[in-house]
């Protein structure tokens, strides 16, 4: 069985930074497709962005292109989202996800961890 801890998240102001880990327990995670989603208060889970089974290719939706930064540690079977100059429309429940390849909709993964929430106030 795949389980995945998110952690990392908080309260944060505008332009401050955040790094979420995404922990696997019973399961190797360099043999997945990872990707990292959110949803925030009465809107749809969205794509953020993935890292390749193999290859490690990377995908970010458009608006953190260049702020966030997905990232693998296989020794510690971890995967990483690095969030810098953080916006208040970043606020949402941020949620990692785990399968065999990568995919644009949520409703496409089969694995998923609780979700960690990030809040960006002033």
């Known amino acids: 069985q795949v389980q995945l801890v998110e952690s990392g998240g908080g309260l944060v102001e505008p332009g401050g930074s955040l790094r979420l880990s995404c922990a696997g327990s019973g399961v190797t995670l360099s043999n997945y497709a990872m990707g990292w989603f959110r949803q925030a208060p009465g809107k749809e889970r969205e794509f953020v962005s993935a890292?390749?089974?193999?290859?490690?290719?990377?995908y970010y939706v458009d608006s953190v292109q260049g702020r966030f930064t997905i990232s693998r540690d296989n020794a510690k079977n971890t995967v990483y989202l690095q969030m810098n100059s953080l916006k208040p429309e970043d606020t949402a429940v941020y949620y990692c996800?785990?399968?065999?390849?990568?995919?644009?909709?949520?409703?496409?993964?089969?694995?998923w961890g609780q979700g960690t929430q990030v809040t960006v106030s002033s």
């Open positions: 996800a785990a399968d065999s390849f990568v995919h644009r909709t949520a409703s496409s993964w089969k694995n």
């Open positions: 890292i390749s089974r193999v290859g490690g290719n990377l």
